[in-house]
């Protein structure tokens, strides 16, 4: 009479297809710049690559240091130092340091400057700032002690 049809009944799926788990896309937080020539990163050059686990012995200013000197001894055709360690430094993170990047919000990271600062504003919020400051404001030799030894003491 009105014309009015039933929309199409979905297809029945399988017991495994519903229990399946589904495959995600989830986009990179970091936005790799455009390289117009070919290159192939090798596993011999993954391998020197420094490891951050995020373990509460690991200090993420000295992996950054540690990342950039290996960084100086990679070269690869078409690509400039910055986009050379935006795409080498997720190889880098391991375990908890791994699962931290992949919740960052998808390309929310541009460039290398972007990605040192969001790796260091996770293990320096302001109040260790306040702390560090603190240290070094109260900082004093101690009895007995030389000027060469307070010296190392304060650099550690």
């Not at 960052?104 to 996770?122: A, N, Y």
């Not at 000027?147 to 003491?153: M, S, V």
């Amino acid at each position: 009479m009105g014309g009015a049809q039933n929309p199409p009944l979905p297809q029945a799926k399988t017991m495994r297809e519903n229990t399946s788990p589904a495959i995600v896309d989830h986009p990179s937080c970091v936005v790799l710049p455009q390289c117009d020539y070919h290159f192939e990163i090798k596993p011999s050059t993954l391998s020197i690559l420094p490891i951050f686990n995020d373990m509460p012995s690991d200090n993420r200013y000295d992996h950054i240091v540690e990342f950039e000197q290996v960084c100086t001894t990679i070269q690869l055709d078409g690509l400039t130092p910055n986009g050379l360690k935006l795409r080498l430094f997720p190889f880098t993170l391991k375990h908890y340091a791994r699962k931290w990047l992949s919740k960052l919000p998808p390309r929310s990271i541009q460039t290398w400057v972007e990605m040192q600062g969001t790796f260091l504003g996770k293990c320096y919020p302001p109040s260790r700032t306040f702390n560090v400051r603190d240290e070094l404001i109260a900082f004093r030799e101690q009895p007995l002690q030389s000027f060469h030894e307070c010296w190392e003491r304060f650099k550690d």
